[in-house]
């Protein structure tokens, strides 16, 4: 059951071997269920050749059969998808007979972020915080207007928001590009893996959504809404045991802050004392589905503190519970800055691997 990013657990050579012959092939054994990303699996000889041939997966188990017969040092890299649509790569060495030089040896000194590359997760991060602000700015002002005056009239936020929405999905592809590898096998890969299907889902629903608005209805674009939840949830962590209820959780989760979120921008703009209720219910939503995930995610908070997921987690936390103290003291600007900043704590969580 995929639960996770998928992690190597074991390879065949194992990292830093040193053997007699050279290995007929390569074998990998992740965490969860993979699919390669474009080539899979990649080996460059001590000279420098690509020695790999095509990867070959079988549920969590990825293999290519080797074409080598030097003596020195081999630089594997990899690259897969695991089934909740996340990217995974990862590089290490192995020798024949005697280490040597070897012309990919900088790689093995790439640095690593979670399960991609420093650049990968920060611009994963980006994309969805991006993605989440557009969200906000689109369904949460438009259901601030029906809760607090019985209809919405859609202005420059809500267009900015639909901009954004647009925007976060090419910045999302990169993001996945800058976590793998930029070549065209990995681009048509990425493109045509469960992660490019749900973007290009996501990437009509924000064009219909443009296309509802001008109909002047805002109930419609209250449904749009609620199918990019979903899609955001469909490639959301999920938790083992539980199949779908980790995405159907995170769905709701990220329509609570968005409207949360997005209500508070529209308060701003257009105050009301009947905000109070839309925020205590919306935010509630928001904790409640955020403490259920944290909970799942870390092992009732045993992982809280040892794993980059649960520093995370604390951080987005903090922020909430900053944001709390300003709603209560009825400042409402800092109020939505630290909305924002726990909207980019939450999208750092997402890019992260749980530990569980």
Not at 220 to 238: M, N, R, W
Not at 245 to 251: D, I, N, S
């Amino acid at each position: 059951m995929a639960s996770a990013h998928a992690e190597l657990l074991q390879s065949s050579p194992p990292p830093g071997a040193i053997l007699d012959a050279a290995p007929r092939d390569v074998t990998l054994v992740f965490s969860e269920p993979v699919t390669p990303a474009g080539a899979g699996i990649k080996v460059f000889s001590p000279s420098g050749h690509q020695v790999a041939g095509p990867a070959e997966a079988a549920g969590p188990r990825l293999s290519s059969r080797l074409t080598a017969s030097e003596a020195g040092t081999y630089v594997v890299t990899w690259q897969v998808f695991a089934a909740d649509t996340h990217p995974s790569r990862g590089v290490f060495a192995f020798a024949v007979g005697h280490a040597s030089d070897n012309p990919y040896s900088g790689l093995l000194n790439a640095g690593t972020a979670g399960t991609a590359t420093p650049l990968g997760l920060a611009l994963q991060a980006l994309a969805r915080w991006v993605h989440f602000a557009g969200f906000a700015l689109v369904f949460g002002v438009i259901a601030y207007g029906i809760a607090i005056r019985g209809a919405a009239r859609p202005g420059r936020l809500v267009t900015a928001g639909v901009v954004l929405l647009i925007a976060a999905e090419p910045l999302a592809l990169v993001a996945q590009l800058a976590s793998l590898s930029f070549d065209g096998d990995t681009a048509l890969a990425v493109l045509g893996s469960g992660f490019g299907r749900i973007l290009g889902l996501r990437l009509g629903a924000a064009l219909l959504t443009w296309a509802v608005l001008a109909t002047g209805r805002a109930w419609p674009v209250l449904g749009v809404g609620a199918v990019i939840a979903l899609l955001d949830g469909a490639g959301a962590h999920a938790i083992p045991g539980l199949p779908g209820v980790g995405q159907l959780l995170v769905a709701l989760h990220a329509a609570a802050m968005g409207l949360w979120v997005g209500g508070i921008v529209a308060f701003l703009a257009s105050p009301d004392r009947r905000f109070a209720r839309h925020a205590v219910w919306t935010l509630g939503a928001a904790v409640l589905t955020g403490l259920a995930l944290a909970l799942a995610h870390t092992h009732f908070g045993l992982a809280l503190i040892t794993t980059d997921y649960g520093r995370a987690l604390v951080l987005k936390a903090s922020i909430l519970v900053a944001a709390v103290a300003a709603a209560a003291l009825r400042r409402h600007r800092p109020e939505l800055g630290l909305a924002f900043l726990a909207v980019g704590a939450a999208a750092l969580v997402a890019a992260l691997p749980p530990p569980f």
